[in-house]
């Protein structure tokens, strides 16, 4: 009983603070504007189905895409098991869903051979991110905690699955000697191998080594799930929403203001049947409140793969933008106004910082040449050039601030209505040349 009701304890302690969490963060990405992404249900299912289940654009990238889809797909899958040891935690019972018979020992048994792909996954994932160095688990922003992040969570996982390697083992040996409540049930092609490591031991000694095993793995996923609020791997959760709200428009097509819109027909047609002209309160973004709540939907999901600071010709040129930056930065930013709101009493109080400036230059934001290339290589359909966008707009329609050469620009399609420095009625100059 005693046993019952710690488990009964941990259990509701980590589904509540899982959920105080997750309340958290829906309250921080709610302080964004308000977005329509209801339009075309069925396409969005389709396209939740092919990229976030299906991983789709995982496998651009082969062997990164394959080894993912492996430790996501046998992480979920083993986990499965979690309902059992839910059940046997309650109730004091062990392994009840035994009753199965042949079906049950098919699932331990792909269980066991889907944790030896997970256990391999994150020892390579862990060597391709701290050995072979690839490039883009070496970028400046991935310096300490992000850089940490991703090592406890592989580690971690690897230990989860080495527990359910070992619990499972001793479980067996106690099977085949009939001891106590240990019935036939399972079979374990993998576990199997660390028999000859544990048969020599009492039966006393395998049940403390299986009963800490069991509760090493149930603490061990209770902490996992409590640990990704605060981590990247959050899009664990979240790449599902954030595929099904993705911009369904063409890639390079952005939304104009209406009020500008409004007001440019105004000047082409002053009769023209437009509502009167309302400025906006702000135009562009300065900080995260400025942000639409899918922009800051995206930055919860980031995955922090690199893939969009890979092939974002602007990085590669050595310029100082990083796509993955400006969502991790988002997050920073977002995650800083949240504990602020929640010291103030749930009111934001002014702390003289902005997500412009205090976490992304001006420098980063005119190195991107809007070509897209970061929201088609995410492999979750985000788009950190929206937010680019955003922030330059504020900076060229509130501050006025651009670089000389687009100021140049603005000038002459003000003035002569076209890029160039000239005067309309001499653009057909060129047609009267010999």
């Not at 000047?267 to 135009?283: G, I, S």
């Not at 997500?355 to 897209?372: P, Q, V």
């Not at 985000?382 to 140049?408: F, G, H, K, T």
Request: proline share 5%; net charge neutral.
């Amino acid at each position: 009983m005693i046993s019952n009701i710690l488990f009964l304890i941990l259990l509701s302690a980590g589904a509540f603070l899982f959920y105080k969490n997750v309340v958290k963060i829906r309250r921080n990405i709610l302080l964004g504007k308000d977005i329509d992404r209801s339009d075309n249900p069925k396409e969005r299912i389709k396209l939740m189905a092919l990229v976030a289940i299906g991983q789709s654009k995982m496998v651009v990238r082969p062997v990164a895409g394959i080894l993912h889809i492996l430790v996501y797909a046998g992480f979920i899958i083993i986990n499965i098991e979690i309902l059992e040891i839910i059940i046997d935690g309650v109730a004091g019972t062990h392994r009840i869903l035994s009753f199965m018979g042949n079906f049950y020992n098919f699932l331990i048994g792909t269980f066991e051979i889907l944790a030896l792909g997970v256990t391999v996954g994150c020892a390579i994932f862990l060597i391709r991110r701290n050995i072979v160095k690839i490039k883009r688990f070496t970028s400046p922003e991935l310096q300490g905690w992000p850089r940490s992040d991703a090592n406890y969570i592989l580690i971690t996982e690897i230990l989860l699955m080495s527990a359910f390697f070992i619990m499972n083992s001793s479980d067996s040996i106690l099977q085949s000697r009939s001891y106590g409540h240990y019935i036939q049930a399972g079979t374990f092609p993998i576990s199997s191998m660390l028999t000859p490591l544990f048969v020599n031991f009492s039966s006393e000694s395998l049940v403390l080594i299986e009963r800490s095993c069991w509760w090493f793995h149930i603490i061990g996923i209770m902490a996992f799930l409590n640990y990704l609020p605060y981590s990247k791997h959050f899009h664990v959760l979240l790449a599902f929403p954030a595929v099904y709200y993705s911009n369904l428009k063409p890639k390079g097509s952005f939304n104009n203001l209406e009020s500008v819109t409004n007001e440019v027909k105004l000047m082409l047609d002053p009769n023209a049947a437009v509502p009167p002209p309302q400025t906006p309160l702000k135009f562009g973004a300065k900080d995260v409140f400025d942000l639409t709540w899918k922009q800051l939907m995206d930055s919860y999901s980031c995955t922090e793969c690199g893939r969009c600071t890979s092939v974002c010709p602007a990085n590669q040129t050595g310029k100082l933008l990083s796509p993955r930056k400006i969502l991790m930065d988002t997050r920073d930013r977002l995650t800083e106004v949240g504990k602020n709101i929640d010291s103030h009493n749930g009111t934001f109080n002014d702390d003289g910082k902005t997500l412009l400036g205090s976490y992304i230059t001006e420098e980063e934001l005119w190195a991107c040449n809007t070509c897209n290339a970061c929201t088609e290589a995410c492999p979750i359909n985000l788009d950190p050039l929206s937010i680019i966008m955003d922030l330059r707009q504020y900076l060229v329609m509130e501050q006025s601030s651009a670089p000389a050469a687009l100021n140049s620009m603005f000038s002459n399609i003000e003035n002569n209505g076209a890029p160039w420095q000239f005067s309309p009625s001499d653009r057909l100059n060129w047609a009267n040349e010999d």
